[in-house]
């Protein structure tokens, strides 16, 4: 079992910037690919970003590319989604989510979940 705990959502303008932390804990977080996903009100959850067991290889939705960035610092098992330049489009619900294996793009691949942390940018 891993657990995930998401933080770092909130309020910002559009142009600013967040900076999203996913806490892991429970098994060996060095041999999971992590993802991060979000879902607006009204829409199905989506992928934004993907990374596998150290990092080295990251995956990113179109919307997103070159804006957001995702990390990961294993000693810490932690995950983090820098995210830049921010869009009223990008007010969702964000979920971090890990799995086994190879990295994935595709949500029914993740394994665990955490709970969320919402991001709203005003215009």
């Known amino acids: 079992q891993v657990q995930l705990v998401e933080s770092g959502g909130g309020l910002v303008q559009a142009g600013g910037s967040l900076r999203l932390s996913c806490a892991a804990s429970g098994r060996t977080f060095s041999n999971y690919a992590v993802g991060w996903f979000r879902q607006a009100p009204g829409k199905d959850r989506e992928f934004v970003a993907a990374?596998?067991?150290?990092?080295?290889?990251?995956y990113y939705a179109d919307a997103v590319k070159g804006r957001f960035t995702i990390s990961r610092d294993n000693a810490q098992n932690t995950v983090y989604l820098q995210m830049n330049s921010l869009k009223p489009e990008d007010t969702a619900v964000y979920y971090c989510?890990?799995?086994?294996?190879?990295?994935?793009?595709?949500?029914?691949?993740?394994?665990?979940w955490g709970q969320g942390t919402q991001v709203t940018v005003s215009s």
């Open positions: 989510a890990a799995k086994r294996g190879i990295v994935a793009t595709e949500e029914r691949g993740y394994d665990y």
């Open positions: 990374a596998n067991w150290n990092g080295a290889a990251t």
